[in-house]
């Protein structure tokens, strides 16, 4: 069955520095992925999308991601992190006509 | 500009009680979606369709019922069936329902009165 797996549930970081947040997917070939964000009380937006290529992707607000099929994984990073980029944050996997959310991870940027 | 609607944003259900979720979508996306968020479980499928006059149940469909009658609303009804139905609901549409990745609405919070 397909799953995807965000192993931290919150991360805190201070403003300035860089983040990466984990995401590891379980699939028979090779899924289309996605990081969303959330903030309180809103919809998900989406961040960025990996279909196929270039296993290195940008997506907006600065984020990228990038895709290791070696490792099953498709980590998102940011060089800086702002103190509005404290939100929820989701991977996702599309196969077939639906889609596997991981949990989430809430990320806390402090000053 | 083009997007999801849901509404309302706050709805309260006394016991007993079938409540509507409305969600309208003008992005001419054939494949609508529901799902419920519990904090700390992430998303998880209602029910989607794929075209009008079509739906399927997803993960959690009991004590839930939807319809398509047209193609830029998918309301969602929360069954008096539904013992615990203090969520968070999101609406969400593709452009078609395979791998395209899915815009989602601002959301509906239920409570139950």
């Known amino acids: 069955a397909q799953s995807v797996t965000q192993p931290d549930i919150h991360i805190t970081v201070s403003e300035g520095a860089s983040l990466e947040l984990r995401c590891n997917y379980s699939y028979g070939a090779t899924p289309y992925l996605f990081w969303y964000v959330q903030s309180p009380g809103q919809g998900l937006q989406l961040l960025l999308k990996y279909f196929s290529g270039d296993t290195l992707v940008q997506g907006i607000k600065g984020f990228e991601a990038e895709f290791k099929r070696s490792q099953s994984s498709f980590n998102l990073r940011k060089p800086s992190v702002h103190w509005s980029d404290a939100a929820e944050y989701f991977c996702a996997v599309g196969t077939g006509n639906q889609f596997y959310f991981g949990t989430g991870t809430s990320l806390t940027v402090i000053p | 500009d083009g997007g999801i609607t849901q509404s309302p944003k706050y709805l309260f259900r006394k016991e007993g009680q079938n409540v509507t979720l409305s969600c309208e979508q003008n992005l001419n996306h054939d494949a609508m979606y529901w799902y419920r968020q519990d904090p700390g479980q992430g998303l998880r499928l209602i029910y989607y369709?794929?075209?009008?006059?079509?739906?399927q149940k997803g993960d959690i469909a009991e004590g839930y019922s939807v319809s398509r009658e047209k193609k830029e609303s998918f309301p969602l009804t929360v069954t008096s069936a539904q013992k615990n139905p203090t969520a968070f609901y999101l609406c969400?549409?593709?452009?078609?329902?395979?791998?395209?990745?899915?815009?989602f609405g601002d959301g509906t919070r239920l409570s139950i009165l």
């Open positions: 969400a549409s593709s452009i078609s329902p395979d791998h395209q990745p899915q815009h």
């Open positions: 369709s794929q075209i009008v006059n079509d739906f």
